[in-house]
């Protein structure tokens, strides 16, 4: 089904789609045989939505440029720190997604030349499209920790992104010794998955206690005056970390005024910290490539329509996962993924007609304090005037009984599974 019958069905998308529509369909969908969907980025967000654009048929053209061969989940990282899980078991390549009719392209890319619809690559190569999906992930706000730099982090590596600098911050965990004190530098909001800092805070702890490393301290310096789930935190960390690990929130540490990675020093209003290990995780704004193709706002994020997920400034291009801001979408893997496939399914409308349903997803996160106390919390968000609207949060209780907790534990593992398999499988 093509041309107008899509036209039929705008008005599914809070009136929206009517007017992308047109200009979508005027030129490509009629000069060419299948409509070309590319997809900027290969992880949670941008593979999920290659893999849902060819899943119903091959009618669609999809390329999916990746810079990396491989990916490397950031979610459940901080269980792999924690010693819970093997480095290989966050590893994914996207053979599958390619069997599925997915045309990767490993390579950079160095720019969206917006006016004439193509990708450029770091190569010169020019990659056209009819409708343009960016899932490029966050980047980092590195000036805004005086002293902290890219530099900076091959010695107080931020480990927010896997690869590299999860190994590195793996190999200095597991070198600490006894009375060792470690510092996080825990960002503003809004950053990548809120509670994971905590979480990393727990598996750290979890790590040195299981070694036997004595007298080991981790500092949080926060830079917001509270954090998701933090009661539930700070009485988990009492049971099982007690003394271990301290958060200081901007009105005790009164800011950070510099970091030194070569003396391994931060420096607060309050104090110096000499530190065995510092894992300074910076203020995050959307992936560079979202901002060199004029796609963000003041806020460092790219604003969207909740509907569609399309580009406030860019019609013809849709905006997912952590880059995306408009509302109150949850910086997690499983909202990316959620909203990917909305996304395929919008622009399979648009394109070919296809079936669409209202947009709704949700989103769990679990973290995990030690191997059998999980906590979540989690709600489901739809789309209203354009942006995105939380609806029943739900948090877990401190009073929840320890098989709870173990279950939970037990649903992070299966979660991973699932949503892993979802995206690569
Ligand atoms: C410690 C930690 C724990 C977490 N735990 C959870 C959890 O329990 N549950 C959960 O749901 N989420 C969790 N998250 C969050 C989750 O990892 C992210 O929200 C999710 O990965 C966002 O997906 P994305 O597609 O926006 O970005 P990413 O998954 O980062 O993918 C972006 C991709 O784009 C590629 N790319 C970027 N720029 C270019 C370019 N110019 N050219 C080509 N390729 C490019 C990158 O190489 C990368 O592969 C956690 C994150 C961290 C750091």
């Known amino acids: 089904m093509k041309g107008s019958a899509v036209i039929d069905r705008r008005s599914f998308v809070g009136g929206t789609l009517g007017a992308l529509v047109a200009p979508v369909l005027a030129a490509p969908a009629v000069a060419q045989a299948r409509p070309r969907v590319v997809v900027i980025g290969g992880g949670a967000g941008g593979a999920t939505a290659a893999k849902y654009l060819v899943a119903a048929g091959a009618e669609l053209d999809v390329t999916l440029i990746e810079a990396n061969r491989s990916y490397v989940t950031p979610f459940t990282s901080n269980q792999f720190l924690g010693g819970l ?15 599925r009719g997915v045309r990767p392209i490993f390579a ?25 999906i960016v899932s490029p992930g966050i980047d980092f706000r590195w000036a805004d920790v005086p002293g902290y730099s890219e530099e900076a ?4 590596p931020h480990a927010w992104r896997g690869g ?27 950053y990548r998955c809120p509670p994971a800092p905590y979480e990393r ?11 036997g490393v004595k007298g080991a301290r981790i500092v949080i310096l926060d830079a917001k005056d509270h954090f998701a789930m933090q009661p539930l935190f700070e009485d988990a960390w009492e049971r099982h970390y007690p003394g271990m690990i301290e958060w200081q929130d ?18 607060t209003d309050l104090e110096t910290h000499k530190a065995a290990l510092v894992n300074v995780i910076p203020p995050q704004v959307a992936g560079a490539l979202g901002r060199a193709a004029g796609l963000t706002d003041e806020t460092g994020f790219c604003p969207v329509d909740a509907g569609t997920m399309t580009a406030s400034v860019d019609p013809n291009i849709h905006v997912i996962g952590d880059a995306a801001i408009g509302g109150d979408f949850p910086k997690s893997g499983f909202a990316a993924n959620n909203e990917a496939k909305n996304t395929a399914m919008v622009i399979r409308h648009m394109l070919l007609g296809a079936r669409l349903l209202p947009v709704r997803f949700t989103n769990h996160c679990w973290s995990v304090i030690a191997p059998a106390d999980a906590i979540k919390n989690g709600a ?4 209203r005037d354009g942006k995105i609207v939380m609806l029943d949060p739900y948090t877990s209780q401190r009073d929840e009984t320890p098989e709870l907790r173990e279950k939970q534990a037990k649903e992070a593992i299966g979660w991973y599974r699932g949503m892993t398999t979802d995206i690569f499988g």
């Open 108 to 132: 950079p890319v160095a720019a969206i030349e917006r006016s004439d619809r193509q990708v450029r690559l770091a190569d010169g190569t020019r990659v056209p499209y009819d409708r343009l």
């Open 153 to 156: 982090a091959e010695r107080m």
């Open 85 to 99: 899980k093997p480095y290989e078991t966050l590893v994914y390549g996207y053979d599958n997604l390619i069997g």
């Open 250 to 267: 901007p009105k005790m540490h009164g800011g950070i005024k510099a970091v030194d990675p070569k003396a391994m020093t931060v420096t």
């Open 380 to 383: 489901r968000y739809e789309p």
């Open 164 to 190: 590299d600098q999860l190994l590195l911050l793996k190999r200095q965990l597991d070198a600490l010794e006894d009375g060792a004190v470690v510092v996080i530098v825990a960002p503003p909001n809004p």
């Open 201 to 211: 805070a727990s598996m750290m702890a979890h790590a040195l206690t299981t070694r």
